[in-house]
């Protein structure tokens, strides 16, 4: 099983820039399909972004196109998402998530979640 570490998150006003890491720990990152999924409380967590495991495809929320880019590093075993663009509702803990197929990663299921990273959009 793949163990994830989220990291990157913080205070950032509008219209500004945030790059959210997810490091994993395990043989077995290359193989797993990833994803970020966002949760503000009492509401669901939401989907936001996909990638499959060669990197070569990617799947996004309507709310992230244009404005977020996933991206990942197998050699050092993380994802990436760079959000730029920030606005005041991408407020919510993101989290990142391993899964078997990109196809899957909007539902699940899934094999691991990371603990989760705050970011705050706000002046």
């Known amino acids: 099983q793949v163990q994830l570490v989220e990291s990157g998150g913080g205070l950032v006003q509008p219209g500004g820039s945030l790059r959210l890491s997810c490091a994993a720990s395990?043989?077995?990152?290359?193989?797993?399909?990833m994803g970020w999924f966002r949760q503000v409380p009492g509401k669901e967590r939401d989907f936001v972004a996909a990638?499959?495991?060669?990197?070569?495809?990617?799947h996004y929320a309507d709310s992230a196109k244009g404005r977020f880019t996933i991206s990942r590093d197998n050699a050092k075993k993380t994802v990436y998402l760079q959000m730029n663009s920030l606005k005041p509702e991408d407020t919510a803990v993101y989290y990142c998530?391993?899964?078997?197929?990109?196809?899957?990663?909007?539902?699940?299921?899934?094999?691991?979640w990371g603990q989760g990273t705050q970011v705050t959009v706000s002046s």
């Open positions: 990638i499959s495991w060669s990197g070569g495809t990617t």
């Open positions: 998530a391993a899964g078997d197929n990109i196809a899957t990663m909007t539902t699940g299921p899934f094999r691991s």
């Open positions: 395990g043989r077995t990152f290359s193989s797993y399909a």
